[in-house]
């Protein structure tokens, strides 16, 4: 009897599983159900190869030629395994005699930002495609992120002609992964290509500069060291927000003012601005 494989996800792993099936079962019909909109492909091509002159054919792994039915930009939502059937976004049903989840993994995105950029949460080659075409001369990219990705993606940017600045909480590229001496002849190998790294930069002068606006954002490796500049410039307007949580989170820049309590006299203009902000965020406008 012929058997029915359907493999959710359109990743390298639901890839090779599907050939492998495929070459254990000749005659079972197998079938790969991704929500991206292209089929399987090398996902490390994403940020090396195909900065570097490789071909975007060469990405792709050739899963519909080996009979496997490949069914591109559809989500699976459901599966009803007593039935042994998945639902798709659109309302169709597949049967299946055996399932395999090959869902993979998501890029974190930033709470609150639009999806449709200027943010990439890199990951496929829908993403690629994107930063390629924002990618070039007289164009700037800020790579949020020092890990191998990020410092390969900076790498192609700057090489495709891209003003490239990386932001990353290390004190440089590799560090904590890499020996001392490594991480720092990689970060000057970087920034020798025109890369923009920076950091640490000291406490006690990094926010005078940049309140001249000589950076675009400094990330504050200490809370507290962070709050000296912020409350000393915006003290009762500034917000205080959390990132990386599924909720919109914003609070007031200062304490409970307990001492003050019941008396009429505490300033609002913070939670009024920490209020307006996250309503903002909770709109996804990000200016
Ligand atoms: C830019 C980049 C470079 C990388 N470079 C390297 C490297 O050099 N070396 C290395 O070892 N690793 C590298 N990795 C990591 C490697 O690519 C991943 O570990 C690998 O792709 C994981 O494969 P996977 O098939 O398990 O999952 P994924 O590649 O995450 O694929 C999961 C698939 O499932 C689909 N999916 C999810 N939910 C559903 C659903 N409900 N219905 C239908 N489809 C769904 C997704 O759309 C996606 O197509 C890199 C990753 C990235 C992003």
């Given at each position: 009897m012929s058997h029915r494989y359907v493999l959710v996800g359109g990743g390298?792993?639901?890839d090779a599983a599907a050939k492998a099936i495929r070459a254990a079962d000749p005659q079972g019909a197998v079938t790969l159900v991704t929500a991206e909109?292209?089929?399987?492909?090398?996902r490390p091509h994403l940020s090396k190869a195909l900065w570097s002159g490789?071909?975007?054919?060469?990405?792709?792994?050739?899963?519909?030629?080996?009979g496997v039915e490949v069914m591109t930009g559809r989500a699976v939502t459901g599966i009803d395994t007593r039935a042994h059937r998945v639902t798709l976004e659109d309302g169709q049903a597949l049967e299946y005699d055996q399932l395999l989840i090959?869902?993979?993994?998501?890029?974190?995105?930033?709470?609150?930002?639009?999806?449709e950029g200027p943010v990439v949460a890199y990951r496929s080659f829908a993403d690629y495609r994107l930063a390629r075409s924002r990618a070039g001369e007289g164009r700037r990219t800020l790579v949020v992120g020092g890990g191998f990705v990020g410092a390969e993606l900076a790498a192609g940017l700057a090489a495709a002609g891209t003003a490239v600045h990386m932001a990353f909480p290390e004190t440089g590229l590799g560090a904590g992964r890499f020996p001392a001496g490594l991480a720092e002849a990689l970060t000057e190998?970087?920034?020798?290509r025109g890369v923009d790294v920076q950091g640490p930069i000291p406490g006690d002068t990094v926010f005078v500069r940049a309140a001249r606006g000589e950076f675009d954002c400094v990330l504050a490796a200490y809370h507290d060291q962070g709050l000296i500049p912020v409350k000393l410039l915006a003290f009762g307007s500034a917000v205080n927000v959390t990132l990386g949580l599924p909720i919109v989170r914003t609070s007031v820049d200062h304490g409970t003012a307990f001492d003050i309590a019941g008396q009429g006299k505490a300033d609002a203009g913070s939670m009024i601005e920490a209020v307006?902000?996250?309503?903002?965020?909770?709109?996804?406008?990000?200016?």
């Open positions: 390298m792993a639901a909109p292209d089929a399987p492909y090398r490789g071909a975007e054919a060469k990405a792709f792994l050739g899963t519909a030629g080996h090959a869902a993979g993994a998501r890029a974190r995105r930033l709470p609150g930002l639009p999806e190998r970087y920034r020798a307006r902000l996250a309503a903002r965020l909770a709109r996804g406008d990000s200016e």
